[in-house]
């Protein structure tokens, strides 16, 4: 395997046209990315002081998880792309053992073990497969010739599904999705041919109706329906979205002025201050405020994607591309759910919702992002 | 194999890369795009709506229902008056799961399957997110444990509430009557106009007073827009408007002379009623037995109210308007008066008595109730006092019944007496016309005869026998009975409904003839003026109780009991300037003079032995042109305790 590398030496790999470094490429820093990051998670912070009811406490304690984000994407961004890919079997393998001990070991609330505690640490290894996964795809795709071949697809679909399975058990249908799609959008990338796109879309439509009847638990059967008709149980199922949509709709175009939104500071908005935060801000900025946040969103969105075409190998280029399109999958679900296009699954809006794993998760996929903007002109061996 | 093993491409790979991630670019600008569309369609084109049910949401319009009228006696002690009382409520929007928040209070305060089972039915007909009662008369305890756990209750909470309390219990129970829960009979005969006015109003006048001036004392709703958080906490109030609280009642009726003939008619079953002659105003009011009304106010037990409704003293009944007795001969004074004006008989008129009357081409014999006779000159004034039936038979066999029935119409007997309380009885008087209409034969002189005494076809209530003697006192000037004496401090004119005219020596006869009965050798009455140091003019009557009730079951002790005759005195005093007149009825006491007499006499000294400002109330009205009526030095002793004053009191 190791006689292959040699195809991936860039043509211009130890040119002498290098400039002087500046300190941002010598700390291996995107200075657009960082930007835009940090502007977003400012207004996170603004828009959480608000949504969690003027609470200092959820504000500072937001604020350091941000922080220790920061620096985790500082890390993770110093690490080597070649590090990443040597190692990720063991990183996969590791958060699949993981996910095993959180089915026998798991603590958890409300009927799903998410968690493994060890001492007085709590984390959610389902977590960690956000990254392990579409890391563990793009190495393995790099080493194939693409477009893969039907074996390779199958494949990678081992290394999603086994995860993902892993993860729906606990259960966590949503996490699952979302890692289960970040493999695939790696896989997509790669060049996988609409011949197989088209028939796995055919497969799922398939799939569709035995999933409906033996699949999918009660509770998320009655999110589905309850996304097609939300007035029919306005104070059982239906309340959130009944409730997130008036919030949404009354703030207009101009909003409520900051604080002064009344769904959101009178408690009628459930979940104001994580999921359905993004309605805290519709209905106090209005729907100037929605754009400018979408426009964020955007903006990091086409500075990761540029990120992934100037990427000079597969790895680094399928790596950027998914967690770029993961990133707007998890904007995109979040906001259609709170806006009562998509059924409730427990996604919160990335850096905005309170909550710090996801916090961190996301911030360190970013660090890779960066770590795959800066290696452009490094050589990989 | 070999494809596995064949050369990676670098510039194909970066092109499929390229292509697909287009194609992925493509995707997310249309699903931002979706997204922005939503936003638009939302915030922009349904703006309205959404605004409208935010609004709706946090907004509530509250009914303040309006504090109920207070009612007072004539000397401005309380007999009706609304005191606070905590009640658990729950808004069955808010709750999630019913069932298992009923059951957490279950634990949490005393619940019995009954609260419940009246709670559901409550829960079928409420106005969206209104508070229904679960539990009424919360004790201390169990608001504090309610409050403890009410982060597990949303939706539950305790109101407090003003509920009618009736200080002197069981005195007033048949006068002032009592509130109660609104039920579903009288919400389905609901107006729109009475459901607004009820918003937020549990209770509803359902006997006595309380149902005859219900729309007075209810008051007028007032309404508040609040502003409440999802768990339907009020953060506050944006908008208010006060509710009218009802108008205050003060009645004619005074609660010592209330106690004084309740006292006096100890265990007996009965009634007595006492008027104010120059009024018309009720003075007391007693039908024993009585109940508790405060009972009635939040809903009655069924132990409780089946042995109200079992007893065979039947204390529900109002023996004063709705007991329908003969009045015996109690009518004698009246009749006599008409005889007198209508020419039948005069001052000398005098009548031998046998023992027994016979009428011409008929052999049936009509014994007084003296088996010997009472002598052989009796005249009207001897045959009042003796109550000599032959002399009044004599009359009556020479007079016409239609005129007869002329008279005790003026004088208020045969029909409603229209006192300001529900659902009054309205006796009977005989006529040829209603003997034809109501029993198909002609009139025969015998139901004359039966007829002047008070007994065959006449029925009279303990208030129209008052009524009838306060229009002798009066002479002739027949007030309608009124129990209000003033609503919110304005009086009440007394309302004249007939004026008998007769000469005054006609008056000055039966006022002789009925102080003959208290005070002659062979009066029927004396007990009725023992002792006092005023004249008494009463008539004693005696009606005989002619069979059991339907219903009643056989006891025959209490039957033996229950088939005496009734007891009957009416009264007026002081002769020689009437102020008070005075209906008393024992049940089954047999003797008017000896058992009905002396509760009259209770009456009378206690009403005439007070100081005169404490009878002459600071609200009595006076008519201006009256000389008879007593002028008082100081009107007005003090201002009215509670004139117009609103709010909460107690």
Request: hydrophobic share 45%; charged share 20%.
């Amino acid at each position: 395997m190791a006689s292959r590398d040699y195809m991936h030496r860039l043509p211009d790999a130890g040119s002498s046209l290098r400039r002087p470094e500046s300190l941002s490429r010598r700390w291996h820093i995107d200075l657009p990315l960082l930007l835009l990051l940090m502007v977003l998670a400012g207004v996170g912070l603004v828009v959480l002081y608000s949504a969690s009811g003027e609470e200092v406490h959820y504000v500072k304690r937001q604020a350091v998880f941000m922080g220790l984000a920061f620096v985790g994407m500082v890390i993770a961004a110093q690490i080597p792309l070649e590090f990443y890919r040597r190692w990720s079997p063991w990183f996969y393998l590791a958060g699949c053992c993981l996910l095993v001990a959180v089915l026998f070991f798991g603590v958890g609330a409300k009927g799903a073990q998410r968690w493994l505690q060890i001492g007085g640490f709590r984390f959610q290894p389902s977590e960690a497969l956000k990254l392990a996964v579409p890391i563990a795809v793009a190495a393995y795709l790099h080493k194939r010739s693409l477009p893969p071949s039907f074996l390779t697809v199958i494949g990678t679909l081992v290394i999603i599904g086994v995860p993902a399975a892993l993860i729906v058990r606990q259960p966590d249908l949503g996490t699952s999705i979302l890692i289960a799609t970040s493999g695939i959008f790696a896989l997509y990338l790669s060049g996988l041919s609409w011949k197989m796109i088209g028939g796995a879309v055919v497969m799922a439509l398939m799939a569709a109706w035995p999933m409906w009847m033996w699949g999918l638990r009660d509770y998320q059967k009655q999110r589905i329906l309850t996304l097609f008709n939300p007035d029919a149980d306005r104070l059982g199922a239906g309340w959130n979205i009944f409730q997130s949509k008036a919030a949404i709709g009354s703030g207009g175009w101009d909003g409520k002025g900051y604080m002064q939104g009344t769904q959101s500071q009178l408690d009628f908005l459930p979940e104001s201050h994580t999921d359905f935060i993004i309605a805290v801000l519709a209905e106090e900025w209005g729907m100037r405020g929605a754009l400018i946040l979408l426009v964020l969103y955007l903006l990091i969105i086409a500075r990761g994607i540029y990120i992934s075409f100037m990427a000079q190998h597969v790895f680094g280029r399928l790596l950027a591309g998914s967690i770029t399109l993961t990133f707007f999958v998890y904007v995109f679900v979040n906001i259609g759910m709170v806006t009562g296009l998509l059924p409730v699954v427990g996604v919160p809006l990335p850096l905005v919702s309170h909550g710090g794993t996801s916090v961190i998760t996301l911030m360190a996929g970013f660090g890779i992002l960066m770590a795959v903007s800066t290696e452009r002109r490094r050589v990989l061996f | 194999m070999s494809e596995n093993l064949r050369f990676k491409d670098h510039h194909t790979e970066q092109r499929l890369f390229r292509n697909r991630m287009l194609v992925a670019i493509f995707g997310v600008v249309v699903l931002l795009g979706v997204l922005v569309a939503r936003f638009y369609n939302l915030q922009v084109v349904n703006y309205e709506d959404y605004r409208t049910q935010s609004d709706q949401n946090r907004i509530q319009v509250r009914p303040v229902p309006p504090t109920r009228g207070l009612i007072y006696d004539r000397n401005g002690e309380m007999l009706a008056d609304n005191r606070p009382s905590y009640t658990l409520s729950v808004v069955r929007e808010r709750v999630r799961d019913l069932d298992a928040t009923i059951e957490l209070l279950g634990r949490l305060v005393h619940l019995e399957d009954r609260d419940v089972e009246k709670f559901n039915r409550r829960l079928q007909r409420r106005r969206p997110f209104e508070p229904v009662p679960l539990r009424y008369r919360l004790s201390e305890d169990e608001i504090a444990r309610i409050s403890v756990n009410e982060f597990h209750l949303p939706g539950v909470s305790v109101e407090a509430e003003l509920v009618r309390y009736y200080p002197e219990s069981k005195l007033f129970g048949h006068s002032v009557g009592y509130v109660g829960r609104i039920n579903e009979r009288e919400l389905s005969g609901f107006s729109e106009e009475d459901v607004r006015r009820y918003r937020g109003t549990q209770s509803i006048g359902k006997v006595g007073l309380e149902r005859s001036y219900e729309d007075l004392l209810l008051g007028e709703v007032g309404y508040e827009n609040v502003e409440t958080n999802a768990r339907g906490r009020v953060l506050r109030v944006l908008e208010r408007h006060d509710p009218k609280p009802g108008a205050e009642l003060t009645l004619h009726l005074d609660t010592r002379l209330q106690q004084v003939a309740t006292e006096a008619l100890g265990d007996n079953r009965g009634a007595v009623v006492a008027i104010d002659v120059k009024t018309g105003g009720v003075l007391a009011f007693v039908s024993q037995p009585s109940f508790d009304p405060n009972l009635f106010v939040t809903g009655i037990s069924y132990k409780d109210y089946s042995a109200l409704r079992d007893s065979l003293d039947v204390p529900l009944f109002n023996r004063v308007i709705q007991g329908q007795y003969p009045p015996g001969s109690t009518l004698k004074p009246m009749m006599g008066l008409g005889g007198l004006a209508a020419g039948v008989i005069s001052a000398e008129t005098e009548v031998a008595d046998p023992g027994y009357f016979k009428l011409p081409n008929d052999p049936r014999i009509y014994r007084d109730w003296k088996r010997w006779g009472h002598g052989k000159h009796i005249d009207l004034i001897q045959g009042l006092a003796q109550s000599c039936d032959v002399y009044f038979w004599d009359m009556a066999a020479r007079w016409n019944i239609d005129d007869m029935h002329d008279v005790a119409t003026r004088f208020g007997l045969g029909e409603k007496t229209g006192i300001d309380l529900p659902r009054e009885y309205p006796g009977l008087f005989p006529s040829r016309a209603w003997k034809r209409g109501a029993r198909g034969v002609p009139w025969f002189p015998g139901d004359s005869l039966n007829t002047v005494l008070g007994q065959g076809f006449v029925l009279a209530t303990p208030l129209q026998l008052a009524v009838m003697t306060a229009t002798i006192a009066n002479r002739g000037t027949h007030y309608r009975p009124q129990m209000v004496m003033a609503i919110d401090g304005v009086e009440q004119p007394p309302e004249v409904l007939h004026h008998v005219d007769a000469r005054p020596e006609y008056w000055d006869l039966v006022f002789e003839g009925m102080e003959a009965v208290v005070y002659s050798a062979h009066g029927t009455g004396k007990k009725a003026g023992a002792g006092l140091d005023f004249k008494v003019a009463g008539k004693s009557g005696t009606a005989q109780v002619v069979g059991i009730a339907q219903g009643e079951k056989y006891d025959s002790e209490a039957l033996k009991e229950r088939h005496r005759d009734h007891a009957l005195f009416v009264a007026f005093a002081p002769v020689d300037d009437p102020q008070i007149a005075v209906s008393v009825l024992v049940e089954n006491g047999e003797g008017g003079g000896r058992v009905a007499a002396p509760v009259a006499r209770e009456v009378f000294f206690d009403w005439m032995s007070r100081p005169l400002e404490n009878t002459a109330s600071r609200l009595v009205w006076r008519p201006p042109m009256s000389i008879s009526a007593p002028v008082h030095p100081h009107p007005h002793p003090h201002p009215h305790p509670h004139p117009q004053e609103d709010g909460i009191r107690g």
